[in-house]
């Protein structure tokens, strides 16, 4: 039985595809819980310069804008109606190993993660292919 399903994600559209998928139709026809796994850079900087995040004079305001930033693409997936709540889990460091660590961590009886680049013809994406 599917109880847990763990969704990784990037925030790229595809990802976020992926995510609203598990979120809207997957768990509530399994009665399944939800956690989204982002792995983000392991320094703001580098999250910030990726996102496109601007108008920062401070480390404080740096961090606020990277919170902020987060909190919103989360907002963009999860749950249109509100009832399916998802639990968030956010990692800093290289994808492929949190991505793999989480999955133990959370013990995923399910993952659902959205294919990039050549994933377009093929099942699998940059990370998706480890």
């Known amino acids: 039985m599917i109880k ?28 399944a819980h939800v956690v989204f796994v982002a792995v983000l850079e392991v320094g703001d900087l580098r999250v910030a310069m990726s996102a496109g995040l601007h108008g920062f004079d401070t480390d404080e305001e740096l961090r606020k ?35 793999i660590e989480a999955i133990r961590e959370h013990e995923a009886d399910m993952v659902v993660m959205g294919s990039s680049g050549i994933g377009s013809r093929l099942p699998i994406g940059s990370k998706t292919e480890f």
Not at 16 to 21: E, H, I, S, T
Not at 66 to 94: H, N
């Open 4 to 31: 847990r399903i763990v969704v990784p994600v990037d925030f790229s559209e595809v990802s976020c595809r992926a995510a609203r998928f598990a979120v809207n139709e997957l768990a509530p026809q399994l009665d």
């Open 65 to 99: 804008k990277v919170r902020d930033w987060v909190e919103e693409q989360f907002q963009r997936i999860e749950s249109a109606d509100g009832s399916i709540k998802a639990q968030r889990d956010v990692r800093r460091g290289i994808p492929e190993r949190e991505i």
